[in-house]
């Protein structure tokens, strides 16, 4: 039976997507195992930044991961917030738009999280 190097080239591409695949699985298994690990914990903080960063991504057109049909650039934002809480710790949540812009810098208020997930950020009254 002969190989060819078309079918070597092949199986090898499906290999590594298959690998990929099974890699971004286990790592937000990972992730999740992680934050459930941890206790929900409502602190009082500050709101220490408030900022949007754009992400740019190139994606081939046609689903021709060769680039032979080019690429669209495709960009989304993402939001994130960065916390001081009343121990001097620093704690950083990414959010949806909604989240981040309801918040101003500088507020005080009750945040509530558990590892690396924000739940919620109630602003001080008064």
Known sequence: MRFSIFMIVFVFAVLVIIG???ALVAISVSKKKKNDAYPVLTVHAVLVSNYRREHTT???NAGDVT???GYTNVSSDRYDLAFRTDAGYMLYFTVYQDVCGSISEGAGG???YQGERFFSFAPDVG
């Open 20 to 22: 990929a695949v099974i």
């Open 58 to 60: 190139m994606m081939p």
């Open 67 to 69: 680039g032979a049909h």
């Open 110 to 112: 009750l945040l509530t």
